[in-house]
């Protein structure tokens, strides 16, 4: 595996704001939240490695994404894991990379209905910026969005 040499710029430490939405609480449908996120590479830079955190309610969370892609493959595949979203599962997914963004989908299950999908895309925006965006897919293709975060690099840091 490798990473996608764009995502190598991400490397470093990052601030952002989450935005959590949640359209079945009309009173609250965006959560908003500070996130940290820790950006390196993993098993001797074969990895791009995202870790980080934000804040349900009270209680912090945790995630990460791991990213690679084999030689001469098109596809990216990834790793997920999250506190909240997952709790004690994780989600392998695919896709593909665009000129400043790669979007990879994988599939989570719901009892007694068909699986769900659930697709990640990582913007690297610029040097100093990044961005997360997660999409709930139902079993019948609709889109909708559940997470996005705009990552600032943190400052004194070096640009990967």
């Known amino acids: 595996m490798s990473v996608p040499q764009k995502l190598g710029r991400l490397i470093g430490n990052w601030t952002g704001i989450n935005r959590l ?4 609480l009309p009173e609250n449908p965006i959560q908003e939240s500070l996130s940290e996120a820790l950006v390196t ?11 980080y955190d934000w804040i349900f309610e009270t209680n912090k969370q945790a995630g990460l994404i791991l990213l690679g892609q084999e030689k001469n493959a098109e596809l990216i595949k990834g790793f997920w894991i999250d506190s909240w979203h997952l709790s004690d599962k994780f989600m392998i997914s695919e896709g593909l990379e665009s000129d400043r963004a790669i979007s990879i989908k994988g599939f989570y299950a719901v009892p007694d209905h068909p ?6 895309t990582i913007e ?4 100093d910026s990044f961005k ?6 139902s079993p019948e ?6 997470v996005e975060t705009t990552y600032q690099k943190n400052k004194g840091e070096k640009n990967g």
């Open 124 to 127: 690297n925006r610029d040097h």
């Open 21 to 24: 939405h949640l359209p079945w």
């Open 141 to 146: 293709g609709q889109a909708d969005l559940a």
């Open 41 to 51: 590479f993993s098993a001797g830079d074969n990895f791009l490695k995202i870790e």
């Open 132 to 137: 997360i965006t997660m999409y709930n897919i």
């Open 115 to 120: 699986d769900w999908g659930w697709r990640t």
